[in-house]
């Protein structure tokens, strides 16, 4: 059965980092586009980041552009957002996709 495990999550200040994790099994991610979401209390889950299959192409929502990298490590079969200059609004449930596969999801707090 196809799985995605997220990871990384926790409770940060505003202006740091966190790098979150996204394990796959049972098919190989080099093959797939990939995409990172997430979800705010009490507001639809929004499209963060994607990654080509190769790894060579990413796009990411303006909210988060120049301080959010997504990433590839095909030997690890692991997909991961490297998320820096944190802000409030950055709170949220992260998952990460690929095509119908979703992710269970991983808690990430920013405050102070």
């Known amino acids: 059965q196809v799985q995605l495990v997220e990871s990384g999550g926790g409770l940060v200040q505003p202006g740091g980092s966190l790098r979150l994790s996204c394990a796959a099994s049972?098919?190989?991610?080099?093959?797939?586009?990939m995409s990172w979401y997430r979800q705010a209390p009490g507001k639809e889950r929004e499209w963060v980041a994607d990654?080509?299959?190769?790894?060579?192409?990413?796009n990411y929502a303006n909210s988060v552009k120049g301080r959010f990298t997504v990433s590839k490590d095909n030997a690890k079969n692991t997909m991961y957002l490297q998320m820096n200059s944190l802000k409030l609004e950055d709170t949220a449930v992260y998952y990460c996709?690929?095509?119908?596969?979703w992710g269970q999801g991983t808690q990430v707090t920013v405050s102070s």
């Open positions: 996709r690929c095509n119908e596969y």
């Open positions: 049972r098919f190989t991610i080099r093959m797939y586009v």
């Open positions: 990654i080509s299959s190769g790894g060579g192409s990413t």
